[in-house]
């Protein structure tokens, strides 16, 4: 069976804050220039990214947003249990897998502005994320756990059981 450094080192997937380990697979080479889109987005950027990440016990899905969209996608290994707090007060719960048949969904779409945080469900959770527009360094928030266990007291329980909260 297939190892999650195995993958972690076939690929050259390093440490992230947020997301276990990450390797980004694609900036595009259209940049859109500062000022071009509305708020949030103030730094210039690339038209869309795209990253490989693995997720692990030891290397988890920290509480946190980007102001960018996103589209999870499963490869391989164990489903995701995913917990999304939207910038609209409501939360949502979704498992990102391949077991289709079971409620798994092989694809996930994480609105911009939506904090989120996700434990694996046995070993390890290979998937990639594309985003548009592309992310830079400053779309990336982390989230206070104790702050959203308050707003979102339906997830508290997620919030601050899942990985490693951050602060």
């Keep these: 069976m297939t190892t999650a450094r195995e993958i972690v080192d076939a690929l050259g997937l390093e440490p992230n804050q947020t997301c276990g380990y990450v390797r980004v697979t694609f900036g595009s ?4 220039p500062a000022g071009t889109l509305p708020h949030p987005y103030t730094a210039a950027r690339p038209l869309g990214s795209a990253l490989y990440f693995l997720v692990a016990p030891e290397a988890p899905v920290r509480l946190h947003r980007i102001a960018n969209d996103q589209l999870y ?6 489903p995701l249990d995913l917990v999304l707090m939207l910038p609209d007060g409501s939360t949502a719960q979704h498992v990102v897998g391949g077991d289709v048949l079971a409620g798994e969904v092989p694809q996930l779409l994480i609105p911009g502005g939506t904090f989120h945080t996700a434990r694996v469900r046995g070993e390890w959770f290979f998937g990639g994320s594309t985003e548009w527009p592309g992310v830079v360094p400053s779309d990336v928030e ?17 919030i601050r ?3 490693v909260p951050s602060r």
């Design 142 to 158: 982390l989230g206070d756990s104790d702050a959203l266990a308050q707003r979102f007291p339906d997830v508290a329980e997620q």
């Design 73 to 78: 996608h499963y490869y391989a290994g164990d």
């Design 29 to 32: 080479p259209l940049q859109l």
């Design 161 to 163: 059981t899942y990985p």
